[in-house]
Each structure stands twice: as C-alpha cells, then as structure tokens.
C-alpha cells in the first residue's frame, strides 16, 4: 500500500538550503575564472545534419558545441512584376527566430532577431547565384534551439548546408566563425555567457580594445562575404581577428565538405 500524498512529497524547509538549486554566476565572474594556458585556433565539436525535414526544399540541423539551431530554406516564388523586389536578381529574405527555451537572455530579444537577420541575409547574399531565378523571392529561416553562442556564425555555416541540400546554386561554400576580444585576451568561440559580458558593457564602461567579431568567408573565391564587428578594435586588430577568423573557418570547411561528400554517397547508395 502506498504511503499518503503528505509522505510521498516531501519539500525542503526554508530554512534548509536545497541542494537542486545553484546560484547563476554572473559573467564577469566566470571571466575571472577563465584560464588560458593555451591559445589554439580551432572551432567547438560540430555535429551537421542536412535534410533534417525532409518536407523541406532544403534543411539542416546543427550543433557547435552546445549551440543547436536549424535552417530551413523555402523554394523559390516567383515576385509580382509590380514589385519593386522584381529584378533581374533574385530576392534573398532571411529571418533567424530564437525558440523561448533557447536562452535565459530574453532582454532586447526582437531586436538581436532582427540585426541577426539583417547579417545572415549579407552573408548569404554574395555565396547564391541569384542570376539563376530573376525575379524569384528565395525565403531562409533559421530558428535557433540552444543558444550557447556563436549563433550568427553558426546560422551561416547550417544555412550554407541548407542552400546546397535545397539543390540552390551557389558560387562556393560558406563557412563562419566568432571570436571576441576582452581584457586583452583572444576568445575564440565565446560562450554565451562571455558575449552577454560583452553585450552588456558599453565603449565608456570597458578600457582599452574590446567586442565581437564574426566572419564568414568563400574558401575558393578567397572572399569575405560578410564581416560583422561590435565594440572598438584598432584596425590593426581587426585585421588580426579577420586572420583567425578564417583560419578557423578553413577548419569548419573541412567538416562541410566531409558532410555534404557523405550525403552524396549516401544518396547513391540508396539509388543502386
């Protein structure tokens, strides 16, 4: 016989402390705690899926490290003549959205959506040959699932995926990273909790060089389709990061062209 419902839950008094519960440290206290014995250039645990869903023109799942988002690519339709949209060049409409669960960082959440909309559709822009459907609206979604920073990069590099299981035609493959400067010390793939530090601070609160850096870069063409900078660096500095930055994406490249390679094998194996 089960014990009566009093017996069966039992809540912690208070003042018994309960042990199931942590105090969330603050972001300038975990960057006190940070150690950099050694720099190394080199991206997070990546995990990419393409055709993620299925009913989808074109998908991709992604995770780089603890950050999870997925892309979505519609097909082409077509613009009303009328439009001033309608051109020789197709039209590229991005929209990246955060799930409510993704983030504990809910404050100014619109706002970030749409200046991470805005980059993602720069970044895109010069990698699809819009010349191929004039007059056509190509419409990317992005919602991201777990947010532990380096979303924008991470976005670009699972819509890249997207793009080519879509069948889109591209020029190259894209690929994208973050790094962020602060107090004199080079992060590469911040966490989340060292951008919201970042994102928090103002020019007149922070001494010296500081903010974020994303970019994202054609390996082929040799170009930087986008580059995306909050807070102050010098020029020599941001030319220095830029460096890093495609160093690190020349590494992310290596895993785009291992999953797209598979899904190409994959493919065959299921037509034979």
Partial sequence: MPPPLSRRFMYPSSS??????????????????????????????????????????????MEYGKTKLIALVEPPREIHR??????????????????????????????????MSKALKKALDPVICRNEFPSFELEIKVLVLDDDGCVLSTAINCCGIALIDGGIPTYDLITASTISFYKDIEFVNPTAAL???LNNNSIEDVEGEHGIL???SLAT?????????????????????NEHAIEINKHLLETVRYTLINKVKQHVKDAE
């Fill in 214 to 216: 994303v970019a994202s």
């Fill in 16 to 61: 018994t402390p309960c042990e199931n519960f942590i105090k969330r440290k603050e972001p300038e206290e975990i960057f006190t705690e940070l150690h950099r014995d050694k720099f190394e250039l080199k991206p997070r645990t990546s995990y990419l899926k393409p055709n993620a869903i299925g009913t989808a023109k074109g998908s991709a799942y």
């Fill in 221 to 241: 063409l040799n170009q930087i389709s986008m580059c995306y900078q909050k807070g102050f660096f010098s020029p020599e500095k941001l030319k220095l990061l």
């Fill in 82 to 115: 009328s439009s001033k949209k309608s051109g020789v060049l197709g039209e590229v409409v991005c929209s990246l959205k955060y799930a409510p669960f993704s983030t504990s960082d809910s404050k100014n959440l619109e706002r970030r959506e749409n200046l």
């Fill in 195 to 197: 951008e919201k530090l």
